[in-house]
């Protein structure tokens, strides 16, 4: 009886009629549904750190190396530093999200993924050329905290036809953020999606990471001020919130990594209000940035009440 077993089940139990990686194969999916169904993930520690790192560097960095470094070693006809740090930007930032997602406990749709990340390098690299127009501008002059219309440069600037669209366009803050910012928090929320866990004593973080979420809610504070995208992140901590309202109900909690990812986005919230609500009677900003959403740029700020006194 149980060699006839045998010999209907050839591969059970690892015999030799059994197929090459049969078993290897087993073991690989058992231990990924393991990983599945405890739904846990250590903190990433050194992918966080390196992509705030790069951010702060190669992000927020990039204007204040263009103060720094000489003119005279970027000429106009050459890239300037601030467009070497871009490039290296839209090269690491990519292959940090995507090391994350990679990292991510839960199994989310490649090819969303994938596209997402190319519609996100497009979009970086072409907020690269006017980026690097904007940069130039103010160096000849421009002035931040006023409209495009109203820089003394561009009122001396001929033919007049050329101001509207085409450099109001190179100089907007507005320059394709469907390319840039909706791919870019759509891959952090899918990320978000997945760092959820049915046991809420591992709903923690570790002190390394409650120090990191300063320097990162910090960093979310100036991309959605300078970027102008308060629309698209109060849509996506709104639907953060919503997802975590909706996963405690079938009792699943946030892990480390959740939880890091949740409160940079609060404490990006919260500098933002305060922010807005430190800038909300100054007339010149307010006159720039007419409308019900008044977000102010760091940037704007910076030339109006900070280079305007050297």
């Not at 002035?143 to 085409?166: A, D, F, G, M």
């Not at 953020?177 to 952090?188: A, E, K, N, S, T």
């Not at 800038?279 to 280079?307: C, M, Q």
């Amino acid at each position: 009886m149980e060699a006839a077993a045998r010999r209907r089940h050839p591969g059970a139990a690892g015999g030799s009629g059994a197929q090459p990686g049969a078993s290897f194969l087993q073991a690989r999916h058992s231990s990924v549904k393991a990983d599945e169904a405890a739904g846990t993930a250590p903190f990433h520690l050194d992918l966080w750190f390196y992509f705030t790192l790069q951010n702060w560097v190669l992000d927020f960095g990039r204007p204040i190396a263009m103060l720094v470094f000489p003119l005279e070693w970027f000429p106009l006809n050459k890239p300037s530093v601030g467009d070497y740090f871009h490039m290296a930007y839209n090269i690491i930032t990519p292959f940090l999200l995507l090391k994350l997602i990679e990292r991510c406990p839960r199994t989310l749709p490649r090819s969303l993924i994938y596209v997402s990340i190319i519609t996100f390098i497009m979009g970086a690299s072409i907020h690269l050329v006017g980026d690097s127009v904007n940069h130039r501008l103010i160096f000849s002059g421009y002035q931040n905290h006023l409209s495009v219309r109203e820089n003394p440069i561009i009122k001396n600037l001929k033919p007049e036809t050329l101001v509207s669209p085409h450099l109001r366009g190179a100089v907007s803050e507005h320059r394709l953020p469907c390319c840039r910012y909706i791919p870019f928090f759509l891959i952090l929320f899918m990320y978000f999606s997945g760092c959820f866990t049915p046991t809420k004593a591992e709903s923690s973080m570790p002190g390394a990471a409650l120090l990191l979420v300063v320097p990162s809610g910090l960093y979310y504070w100036y991309l959605v001020t300078e970027g102008q995208i308060f629309i698209l992140f109060i849509f996506t901590s709104f639907a953060m919130l919503a997802l975590v309202l909706h996963q405690k109900r079938k009792r699943l909690f946030l892990d480390s990594n959740g939880l890091f990812l949740f409160y940079s986005f609060a404490l990006a919230l919260l500098l933002v209000a305060l922010w807005v609500a430190w800038l909300w009677n100054d007339p010149v900003l307010r006159k720039k940035y007419p409308g019900v959403i008044y977000v102010p740029e760091p940037w704007a700020f910076y030339t109006l009440h900070v280079s305007s006194q050297y």
